[in-house]
């Protein structure tokens, strides 16, 4: 009886790998979902997942012109500010921002002057945040680098310079 019982046990899981449903334990590991080598990972965000944060919308010129620093010009911001327009717009346009960085002298036309009275100095807080967002001309857009809290950081250090 209890031989019985095993052979018949052990035909039913032989049968069991021998349909379809068992080729999904059995397959090989070349054949899983894993990406090959070479192939172009697509991560997808899961199904009917929502942005947490929202998705930064800068308006086109006329109404960015408008935008209102919410950064106040507090000592540390300023510090702040000046931190990051030296790692991120000096090479361009020059401590003083004259526009002569090393960087800068190679672009044609040559970057913007940003000190006062300068063409550059002419924007208001906003066009200069939009400016450093998405860049103009030659230069690069750096909404991707720096969050909006550290692009306005650099607007309020921009309005120091001498
Ligand atoms: C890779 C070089 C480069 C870097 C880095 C760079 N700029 Fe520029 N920038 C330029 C060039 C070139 C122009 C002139 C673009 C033109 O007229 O075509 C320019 C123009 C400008 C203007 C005037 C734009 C206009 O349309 O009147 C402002 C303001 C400015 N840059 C600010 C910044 C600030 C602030 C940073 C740092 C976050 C920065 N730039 C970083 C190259 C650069």
Redesign the pocket.
């Known amino acids: 009886m209890r031989v019985r019982l095993l052979s018949l046990l052990a035909a039913v899981t032989l049968a069991a790998c021998v349909v379809p449903a068992c080729e999904k334990i059995d397959r090989n590991m070349w054949d899983s979902k894993a990406f090959k080598p070479q192939e172009e990972p697509v991560r997808l965000p899961p199904r009917d997942s929502v942005p947490t944060m929202g998705k930064e919308h800068i308006p086109p010129m006329p109404e960015a012109a408008k935008l209102v620093n919410p950064v106040k010009p507090t000592e540390g911001a300023l510090l702040k500010g000046k931190a990051?327009?030296r790692v991120?717009?000096?090479?361009?346009?020059g401590a003083s921002g004259a526009?002569d960085?090393p960087?800068?002298k190679k672009?044609?036309?040559?970057?913007?002057d940003?000190r006062p009275g300068s063409?550059?100095?002419?924007?208001s807080d906003g066009?200069?945040f939009a400016?450093?967002s998405n860049?103009?001309?030659?230069?690069?857009a750096?909404r991707s680098d720096?969050a909006p809290t550290e692009?306005w950081h650099?607007?309020a250090y921009?309005r120091l310079l001498k």
């Open positions: 990051l327009y991120f717009c000096v090479p361009c346009h526009g960085g960087v800068g672009y044609v036309p040559t970057p913007a940003l063409h550059g100095s002419h924007h066009e200069l400016v450093i860049g103009s001309g030659g230069m690069p750096f720096l692009r650099i607007v921009l």
